[in-house]
């Protein structure tokens, strides 16, 4: 394979891949030579010592020794059994799965080396004499056997490891020499940064069987290295695109700003003052702005994103703001109708579930100039939508997206490329920001609106349920709402505990005179919304939902969430979840419900969550706990597909990382393009995002 890595060939260009292998192949994620050098082994076995089979009593051992004798027992079960022996005893070889070819080759007077675990017989010829047997041991030829430590890979039926190991063997024959990574100076390169490729991937799939091998650790975090430089690079293409167009000036009318400041019932934090700050600051240039809004539950980002919007409206351009929800759609439309209308800012709303008339009206508004703020969810990118003059694309949640509906929708856009503000209620930490968003510049509000108290956090054991139920009672007796949250929609085998809808009828049951209703996320749009309306107007006491409401739900009268099975959930989605209550007058409670016995882990996350509010120093919990796929929820981001790197373990390189990718993109160019190509998945897609 060229250094270059224009072109990766597939893995049917390899000896002994045909279409039925490469099917299996594909299984595992490897489609090309690209892939089968980056199958990281899970582990190493040391092969360097064959042991006397007389001393092999234990766990996993390599033997080496002569075949005496081989036979087939049993007839509705057959089993292979080989007696094998060295100079120190005697021991059988058990195969339970073989062919033909395996008893012909298993011939008395022939060699061989066996590697896997002794135990005492069950099946062999000495199992009447507490003899020992290897079952299904890895098998090879003493005259040709690997020795050393071998690398054991994730495989796939049909699939063995000398197979896996033979195609890589030929993956790493067809790597060229070369290595398109130029000399990079000392200081953006760790102490083993040296390293080339080519040496790194061989390290990593046929380490060196001396005395000092380091685990492989040495090769990942080389190669780790490299793919961080790789994403950081892709990453901060995608930023420097977006900033060689051109972007709409906008600046706000200080009139409208004030305005709109004196409608408002509560002051602006510190925090918020700063981050319409900065954002201004972005807008009133000629270059899109890129930011992410970073702000725990309830800090008020957005009142300063209608503050962006004012800008965009006051230099006579359009704002478009998407939202992951209908429910959140409406609310935002609500709320910022309320703040602009007075300002004669014409606000409207699209959504799937408009048509006819309404839908027609809005759309001739927005493609005439008219509208002047257009709020909604997925709708707003549908293909009939056509902004006469778009500034300023604001999306809430935008790890709810994918890669193709934030593209789509700002490809509305016909002039100069929009402005593009990120909003996000689950703080990112910072470890994982540098590496999501290398293109975009942070801004946190890191501080709570003045008189808000902390939504006072219990932890509460399956076995009290009757008590928490006699509490709910007086809580809506005492004319407040609350919600129950389940980890389940329908009852399931599998997992424990109460579903959403056989919770809401016992609800019901146990509580008469309560108003229940439920909402989860297989019920059709409309039916979750209106019952989602006639809770926040006070119709509905308890609502008993899944996790579908952790976004977008304001119900300043419901002030106590109890959440079950506690213990299922990471960090940062139960603080998401808890912020859905604290939103009004008086304190607010979440009881998190567990079923015991709880694991320790599962009590010291619940622990964590009880003794802390700051949503950024929960975030970087739940990363120590949980990783980073889970806590940005990659598969619905597309994001940070990571092979060889763990963000978590390899933070310690992300300085060394941007230090490397500033000097590449001044000096080595085009070395940038054979990393992406190698490395990223999808590597050109992120340079037009």
């Not at 005697?90 to 896997?116: I, N, Q, V």
């Not at 890589?168 to 390293?195: E, H, N, V």
């Not at 807008?283 to 800008?311: F, I, W, Y």
Request: proline fraction near 6%.
């Amino acid at each position: 394979m060229a250094a270059s890595a224009a072109a990766i060939p597939s893995v049917v260009t390899l000896q002994g891949v045909g279409p039925a292998l490469a099917t299996k192949l594909q299984r595992l994620g490897v489609c090309d030579v690209r892939d089968l050098l980056l199958h990281a082994p899970s582990r190493y076995e040391d092969r360097r010592q064959v042991m006397p089979i007389a001393a092999a009593r234990r766990d996993k051992v390599l033997i080496e020794g002569e075949a005496v004798s081989t036979t087939i027992v049993g007839r509705r079960r057959p089993i292979l059994l080989c007696r094998l022996r060295d100079d120190s005893g005697e021991l059988d070889l058990c195969f339970f799965h073989f062919h033909a070819g395996l008893c012909h080759r298993l011939t008395p007077g022939s060699r061989w080396r066996c590697y896997g675990e002794v135990r005492p017989s069950r099946y062999g010829q000495n199992a009447r004499d507490e003899g020992f047997e290897m079952v299904h041991p890895e098998l090879e030829p003493a005259d040709r056997a690997t020795a050393g430590i071998l690398p054991i890979y994730p495989t796939t039926p049909g699939i063995s490891q000398n197979h896996l190991r033979r195609l890589i063997t030929q993956a790493l024959a067809s790597l060229d020499a070369g290595d398109w990574l130029p000399t990079l100076p000392p200081a953006c390169l760790p102490a083993w940064g040296k390293t080339s490729l080519e040496t790194a991937l061989a390290k990593m799939h046929r380490p060196l069987s001396e005395d000092r091998w380091d685990g492989g650790e040495g090769a990942r975090r080389r190669l780790g290295w490299e793919e961080l430089l790789a994403h950081q690079l892709a990453f901060r293409r995608q930023g420097r695109s977006r900033r060689e167009n051109k972007a709409p000036p906008l600046v706000a009318d200080p009139e409208k700003i004030r305005i709109l400041r004196r409608s408002l019932p509560f002051r602006l934090t510190s925090a918020q003052e700063r981050v319409i700050a900065e954002i201004q600051a972005d807008l009133s240039r000629n270059r899109p702005m890129g930011r992410l809004l970073q702000g725990d539950v309830g800090s008020g980002k957005t009142v300063v994103a209608a503050h962006a919007a004012l800008a965009a409206v006051s230099a006579g351009w359009q704002t478009a703001l998407m939202a992951p929800t209908e429910l959140l759609a409406e609310q935002h439309y609500r709320t910022w109708e309320r703040w602009l209308s007075p300002l004669g800012i014409a606000t409207q709303l699209l959504t799937a579930r408009q048509g006819g008339s309404e839908r027609k009206e809005t759309l001739e508004g927005v493609a005439a100039g008219e509208v002047d703020v257009l709020l909604g969810t997925h709708a707003l990118f549908q293909r009939d939508v056509r902004f006469s003059r778009l500034g300023l694309v604001i999306v809430d949640e935008q790890h709810r997206f994918g890669v193709d509906q934030r593209l789509a929708l700002k490809a509305k856009a016909d002039g100069p490329s929009p402005h593009y503000l990120v909003m996000t209620a689950t703080p990112i930490p910072r470890t994982l920001a540098l590496l999501r968003y290398a293109d975009l510049e942070v801004s946190a509000i890191d501080e709570l609106p003045p008189g808000r108290e902390p939504v006072q956090t219990r932890v509460m054991g399956e076995d009290k349920r009757s008590e928490l139920i006699e509490r709910l009672r007086a809580w809506i007796g005492g004319g407040r709402q609350a919600y129950w949250v389940c980890t389940l929609i329908e009852e399931s085998e599998v997992l424990a505990g109460e579903a959403a809808e056989k919770t809401a009828e016992n609800l019901h049951l146990q509580l008469p005179e309560v108003r229940v209703g439920l909402v989860h996320g297989r019920m059709k749009a409309e039916v979750k919304d209106r019952t989602m309306a006639a809770f926040k107007a006070g119709e509905i006491d308890l609502l008993v939902a899944t996790t579908v409401i952790e976004v977008g739900v304001d119900v300043p009268n419901a002030g106590l969430m109890v959440i079950e099975n506690a213990e299922r959930l990471g960090l940062a989605q139960l603080h998401q979840l808890r912020g859905r209550v604290g939103r009004g007058p008086g304190r607010s409670y979440c009881i998190l419900l567990y079923k015991p016995p709880l694991a320790e882990s599962a009590r010291r996350r619940l622990a964590y969550l009880r003794e802390c509010y700051d949503g950024f120093a929960l975030a970087e919990r739940d990363l120590a706990l949980r990783g980073p796929g889970e806590v940005l929820g990659t598969r619905q981001s597309g994001a940070l597909r990571f092979r060889i790197a763990d963000p978590l373990r390899d933070r310690d390189l992300l300085p060394d990382v941007r230090r490397a990718a500033e000097w590449l993109e001044r000096h080595a160019p085009q070395a940038v393009d054979s990393l992406l190509t190698f490395w990223v998945e999808e590597g050109d897609r992120y340079a037009n995002i």
